[in-house]
Structure formats: structure tokens, C-alpha cells
Antibody, heavy 124, light 107 residues
Framework: QVQLVESGGGVVQPGGSLRLSCATS????????IHWVRQAPAKGLEWVAF????????YYSDSVEGRFSISRDKSENTVYLQMNDLRAEDTALYYC?????????????????WGQGTLVTVSS | DIQMTQSPSSLSASVGDRVTITCQAS??????LNWYQQKPGKAPKLLIY???KLEPGVPSRFSGSGSGTDFSFTISSLQPEDIATYYC?????????FGGGTKVEVK
């Protein structure tokens, strides 16, 4: 069955860095795009970043552009989110989510499977 | 960037009631809209994609409609297990965006 498992969250001081991991299984990794979506405590969902199935296209929300970097390792079936210059407003539960449709002619960004999230707390 | 306005932000209804949530996009998004359910302490779950297509395994009491800028999501007969927050999400354009959510409670 499809699984996405996030890890790497923790407590970090403002200005610090963290690298989140999203380990996947149960589907053909190389065919699907992966997203990061975050949820601040008691708040709604916020889309953060996307990496295309082939790793050759990434896109970020304005709030993290220039500070966060998404990458993927096809040998490990894992997607990473490198987060630098962290701010208090980055405090959230970070989910990774899989695109429903795969490959070059995929139908768009529909999140059919999600992980359980990893908590990032930015505080001094 | 496309803004998604969801209403109401919360509602309370009785078991068996018909419940409708609306989502309005700040520009034409065709049918590129999804609906998710999030129960407390859980990850979101896809219910409806491309405005009206029911995700396999999702009960038929859930439905979606609309195109362009105005969309709706309906639970035809509210069940106790439907207590959750519901979100719309547009995918016509990057950056992707979610509505603010609708918290559904049972009276």
C-alpha cells in the first residue's frame, strides 16, 4: 500500500536550518510529483513546495521562496525539504503529499496520499 | 496568485441534514478544484477532485459541483463520522492554494 513517512522535524532557533525527509513506498516513485504542505497550530492548510516526477522542476510558495529547497533521491524513493533561515512563522506540522496523476501528461496537482506529518517548531 | 474564499467557516447541523459548503476563486479556475476532509489529529483525505469526481472509496453522500469561480461541496445526509474540517484547493495555477476551511459539527 502507498505510504509516505515524514521525519526530521524538531525545535530550532530563528535563523536555523532543518532538513525534512519524506520516505515513500507502495508506488512507482519516479512517475509522481511530491508536494510539501504545512499547517500552523490550529490553522488551515498552506501549500509550500512541489517537485516534479523527474526532479527537473520545482516551485515554491512566496513565503518560503529563497529559503527552502526541495529535492528528491530516486535511489531512496525519498523527497527532502531543506529549510534555511527559519522564522517563527514557519512553525507548523509539515506534510508531504503525492500527486494522484503521474508522468509527463499528468492531470494536475491532486493530493491522493498524505503522510502523518512532522512538527517543526521555530523558537528561541 | 489565486485566492480561495470558503464559507461558512463553521457550521452545526443535525445527523441526516444536507450540508453545503461553498468555495469561490478569485479568478476562473475551470474545474481545477479539489475537496479534502481533515479529522482532528489526522492528515487530510481527498474526497472530490476536478470539482465533481468522487475519489474511489469515498461514500456517495459526498458530492461536488461548479466551474469557473464558484463551487460547492455537499454532504447529502450528515453522519456522525463526518465531523471534520473541509478544505477546497485550486490547482489551475501554481502556487497552489487552499480555502480557509469549514469546520462541521453535529448538533
Amino acid at each position: 500500500q502507498v505510504q509516505l513517512v515524514e521525519s526530521g522535524g524538531g525545535v530550532v532557533q530563528p535563523g536555523g536550518s532543518l532538513r525534512l525527509s519524506c520516505a515513500t513506498s507502495g508506488f512507482t516513485f519516479k512517475f509522481y510529483g511530491i508536494h510539501w504542505v504545512r499547517q500552523a497550530p490550529a490553522k488551515g492548510l498552506e501549500w509550500v513546495a512541489f517537485i516534479r516526477y523527474d526532479g527537473n522542476f520545482q516551485y515554491y510558495s512566496d513565503s518560503v521562496e529563497g529559503r527552502f529547497s526541495i529535492s528528491r533521491d530516486k535511489s531512496e524513493n525519498t523527497v527532502y525539504l531543506q529549510m534555511n533561515d527559519l522564522r517563527a512563522e514557519d512553525t507548523a506540522l509539515y506534510y508531504c503529499a503525492k500527486d494522484k496523476f503521474g508522468g509527463p501528461d499528468s492531470g494536475g496537482y491532486v493530493f491522493d496520499y498524505w503522510g502523518q506529518g512532522t512538527l517543526v517548531t521555530v523558537s528561541s | 496568485d489565486i485566492q480561495m474564499t470558503q464559507s461558512p467557516s463553521s457550521l452545526s447541523a443535525s445527523v441526516g441534514d444536507r450540508v453545503t459548503i461553498t468555495c469561490q476563486a478569485s479568478q476562473d479556475i475551470s474545474i481545477y478544484l479539489n475537496w479534502y476532509q481533515q479529522k482532528p489529529g489526522k492528515a487530510p483525505k481527498l474526497l472530490i477532485y476536478e470539482a465533481s469526481k468522487l475519489e474511489p472509496g469515498v461514500p456517495s453522500r459526498f458530492s461536488g459541483s461548479g466551474s469557473g469561480t464558484d463551487f460547492s461541496f455537499t454532504i447529502s445526509s450528515l453522519q456522525p463520522e463526518d465531523i471534520a474540517t473541509y478544505y477546497c484547493q485550486q490547482f489551475e495555477n501554481l502556487p497552489l492554494s487552499f480555502g480557509g476551511g469549514t469546520k462541521v459539527e453535529v448538533k
